[in-house]
């Protein structure tokens, strides 16, 4: 100790004391720490904030308010003839079920004793102007039930529904001409009675937009219709082109100033805004090729090409993290290349490659951009595509579209519907993603 | 006295295996292998010994033509098997691997059943006609391989769960399943511990008998252990061959000594 100190003059420290220069060091770390925390709880509470705000704003959606009544369908008004010709029967439009509801709505009222100052037609405004269309489908379907008093469950207009909800007020009405309050008395006396009533809404899962008059009768079924035709074509499309390309370019390609072009391509197209490939699909599949407009077969292309990208980086990952040794293996044994790769490196690069087009579908799922141009926004169909050729081929819209035009539309109705919308399609991205996880876990590697 | 001519004679009719004639290796700009000539005979062990880099795996792999998936690697001169020179254009390396089968440094069954690992060459190369045969070769493979015993319970277990000495055993059942007549070992016993080592240079010595069998190894032991002949490489040069009693004891090459009484390497 003593020669120590005389070689090499340094004060003499205990290891229970900190020294300066540890303090700052620890601290530093401390702070960074801390950095890193606070980095993680605001994304956390961004997170919250957006779940929050989806939740509380889209749950309305998928409640929907339904007013029932006895209705008496009138042989003398929609089977004049009486035979029941459903021809004859066609022939009465929606018109002329308007006095059979008006007459329902009233016997109702004075059924149930409520005293109020409207005249039938006003009464008859509580229900959807989707109403009369709604019994005459019923009864076109059903002609056998003409002159009898059938229960029929209405929508109610979107008025009565948000005044059920919460989003109309009675100090709000006042321009309002849509709705009385006398019309939300009478809605008052009618909750009560158990007439009007909200239950749970399938027709906003299953159905079809509707247009600007009829929010209540909107539903998102028919573009989930459409997204479903275009993950097909993406699915069948990106995912074999994707992994033959990678194999070729991962396993086969010569390593040139060629393949390395074509390496740093795809990367750049993995970073072209989605916006581009709608331009392309526009001006390629519509314009010169001349496939129809708004069609799930063009969405489904041009989300192909924006989804290959993302493909073959995801599955040239998953063929580089398979050992050489198993190559090896396989070439020693005398397996040709081609049979070392489907022998034996693709079936340990599946999960990877399946996580990865998973990962691309969820991406193509939710975009939007590149459909404004190829004319799926803006599109109501109104029935669900028959058959895979017309889901294919036939106009229709997608879940991102359709939300992305019931944002746009002025009826507060609407709005509620496109915050429903993005939780049905956040369902959909969310499931994907965590199979997607599930498929990784389960097949993780182990060498 | 009797003992020695027959031994000699032996020693005779053991005909050249593999003739390797001026074979220059490039990588690139890099000269990894330079004028190699060496002749390797048929039942008996060949170790390739060297310090690393020194080319000796590299050429190794030439034997079998597993450099053919390293773009950037070029063979020059000639390496004929049987009188037939393997890097000739009408030779696919497909069909030559079959004949020279490989066991690599580090273990590397399939991750598949032990019987797949090992059915997995005949398969391929359609060596057996139904079920009962390929069972009948998995057996053979894997008694050869020294490792039927361990084994005969669990065929349907992965291959990758067993133990790194296992495993090589198992690949080296796998490597003979296809009938080979040179076996290529790549440092088989540098992944393995002294148990397991002594058990698969005790295959080694067994597999002799039907093969003619080429092992680079970083253990000078290993190789006089193991070995007939012995090949010394230094910086990719083949600086001295001959049987490994002579090389280990009187060198002629002072590299060669330098390297054998640990100056260099």
Redesign the interface.
Known sequence: MSENTQNTPRPSSSLLELTDRTKRRNAAEKRFRAYGIGAIAIGLLMLAVLVFNIVSKGTGAFQQTFITLDVELLESKLDKKGNRDLADIKKVTTFGYSPIIRNAIEAKVTGLGIDTPLKAKAMAGLLSKDAAAQLREFVVANPEKIGDTVEFRFLAQSRVDGYLKGRVIRANIANDKNISSEQLDLVDALVEAGVIAKTFNWDFILGADASDARPEAAGIGVSMMGSLFMMLVVLALALPIGVAASIYLEEFA??NWLTDIIEVNISNLAAVPSIVFGILGLAVFINYMHLPTSAPLVGGLVLTLMTLPTIIISTRASLKSV?P?????????????M?AVF??VLP?AAPGILTGTIIGLAQALGETAPLLLIGMVGFIASNPPQGIAEGLLSPNSAMPAQIFEWAKRADPAFYERAWGGIIILLIFLVTMNTVAVILRRRFER?? | MNDMTAMDKTMEQQKTKIAAKGVDVHYGEAHAIKDVNVEIEDKTVTAFIGPSGCGKSTFLRCL?R?ND?I??CKVTGDILLDGEDIYDKRVDP??L??KV????Q?P????KSIYDNVA??PR??GLAKNKAELDEIVEKSLRRGAIWDEVKDRLDKPG?GLSGGQQQRL?IA??V??EPEVLLMDEPCSALDPIATAQVEELIDELRSRYSVVIVTHSMQQAARVSQKTAFFHLGNLVEFGPTGQIFTNPEDPRTESYITGRIG
């Open positions: 010569p390593q050992p040794s198993i190559r090896d293996a396989a070439l020693g044994v005398g397996a040709s290349k049979q022998h034996h340990l182990r060498w | 079998n597993m998936t773009d950037i497909v069909q691997r079959a089968g490989m066991v690599f580090k590397n069954p399939f991750p997995y060459g391929i190369h990758t690949c796998r490597a399943a296809t």
